[in-house]
Nanobody, 125 residues
Framework: QVRLVESGGGLVQAGGSLRLSCAAS????????MGWFRQAPGKEREFVAS????????VYADSVKGRFTISRDNAKNTVYLQMNSLKPEDTAVYYC??????????????????WGQGTQVTVSS
């Protein structure tokens, strides 16, 4: 089972930027479809973005489209989430997720079988 460790969260003012990183333990990292999810207090975990194995295809939630960018560096076993123009409603714990079953990008949390511990992102108004 791949182990995932997120970093890069923090406190930022509205309009600011953060870049989250997720480091994977597996040398076969390129076999995994990767995703980012977030969970705000009192809300369900929601999809943010997904990325294909080689990084050629991406998909985003409508709420972050045009502001967030998911990318990966398979040589470093790392996936990133660049977050620009942050809004207070982006405040949440952000989780990266991985799955090696199939090649299609995945939107639902149940489709991923490995998760990181999460990193807190707080956007002040």
């Amino acid at each position: 089972q791949v182990r995932l460790v997120e970093s890069g969260g923090g406190l930022v003012q509205a309009g600011g930027s953060l870049r989250l990183s997720c480091a994977a333990s597996e040398r076969t990292f390129s076999d995994y479809v990767m995703g980012w999810f977030r969970q705000a207090p009192g809300k369900e975990r929601e999809f943010v973005a997904s990325l294909s194995r080689r990084g050629g295809s991406t998909v985003y939630a409508d709420s972050v489209k045009g502001r967030f960018t998911i990318s990966r560096d398979n040589a470093k076993n790392t996936v990133y989430l660049q977050m620009n123009s942050l809004k207070p409603e982006d405040t949440a714990v952000y989780y990266c997720a991985a799955d090696r079953r199939g090649t299609a990008m995945k939107f639902a949390a149940v489709e991923y079988d490995a998760w990181g511990q999460g990193t807190q992102v707080t956007v002040s108004s």
